[in-house]
């Protein structure tokens, strides 16, 4: 048992190093493959970074969106806390405020221009008491707004429903457009990759030609294909785990120092994520796989 133990141990070894021997076959084309793997690897990251920025800041818009619900001017006391009741128990409300006509009046003076209030006496500007209603976090989505604004339009006393500036439509326009550009990102990588796919069976072929003889020599003294074949799947799959995860580490520092330039210049609290805890064991398990696949369809191509 301890004999078998170590020439496993040894025949082990002896495939990691033929494998690792197969890059520095042909080191130019191999550096080449991994360099492909390593861009392919970082625009994935940074097209999933990008995207996910997108939808914070959407819904960072949603959340900090507010309703106006303007009130008629008969609603007496007791129907305004029972408005304000009915609207706060709504899951996706976070609180119902009231709004008094001169708090509206002061709101709408704001946006007027100086010198034009300054004209005006102050009875002129227009007031009118209601409601404010926030979102709860999270739930201001694409039809967040809408939903909330059909329900405030259906109660009685309520006379208009103002929409944020940014309202349901903008919204849904925006989360759309995220989605589109999330879609086209995700199908550009997968592109790239099966591109990049070529590069490593490329390679891998290369490698198969230098070792010709040596891959006769191993067949004529009874080498079975495993022990042929698997020389080349651990070359593919070490380049692959190279090259990937290369990329998503380059990818992690362009993040880290494009956080660094907003912090400084802009001073914004968004930041684009790079998520290392996950990106690297995924990097290294989908550099893996690649290279598995290119070592399977260049052992194909050869054999056929």
Not at 70 to 88: F, H, T, W
Not at 99 to 108: A, I, L, V
Not at 180 to 187: E, P, Q, S, W, Y
Not at 201 to 210: A, D, K, Y
């Amino acid at each position: 048992m301890p004999g078998a133990s170590a020439r496993f141990v040894r025949q082990s070894l002896h495939l990691v190093g033929q494998g690792l021997r197969g890059i520095l076959v042909s080191p130019g084309q191999t550096a080449a493959c991994i360099m492909s793997l390593a861009v392919a690897g970082c625009l994935v990251v940074l097209s999933a970074s990008f995207g996910s920025l997108a939808v914070d800041v959407l819904d960072r818009a949603g959340r900090s969106a507010r309703v106006l619900v303007y009130l008629k001017d008969e609603v007496p006391a007791n129907r305004v806390q029972d408005l304000m009741a009915r609207i706060g128990a709504r899951s996706d409300v976070d609180s119902a405020q009231y709004m008094t006509r001169e708090q509206d009046r002061s709101r709408n003076a704001e946006l007027l221009p100086r010198d034009v209030i300054q004209s005006l006496p102050a009875e002129a500007i227009p007031g009118q008491h209601g409601l404010e209603v926030t979102f709860r976090p999270g739930a201001a989505g694409t039809q967040g707004i809408a939903s909330l604004s059909a329900f405030l339009r259906s109660l009685e006393g309520v006379d208009v429903v103002a929409e944020p500036p940014v309202g349901s439509s903008r919204l849904r326009a925006l989360a759309a457009a995220v989605g589109f550009m999330r879609t086209v990102a995700a199908i550009l990588a997968a592109l790239l990759l099966v591109g990049t796919l070529f590069f490593v069976v490329g390679t891998l072929t290369r490698t198969m030609e230098h070792r010709r003889d040596e891959i006769v020599i191993l067949r004529l003294l009874g080498a079975t294909d495993a022990f042929v074949r698997l020389p080349i799947l651990i070359q593919g799959v070490l380049q692959g785990m190279a090259g990937l995860v290369s990329g998503a580490i380059a990818a992690i520092l362009v993040s880290g120092t494009v956080n660094a330039w907003l912090a400084v210049e802009f001073d914004v609290a968004v930041r684009l994520p790079s998520w290392p805890e996950s990106t690297l064991p995924l990097a290294a398990a989908g550099g893996a796989l690649l290279g598995a696949a290119g070592a399977l369809i260049a052992t194909a191509r050869r054999e056929a």
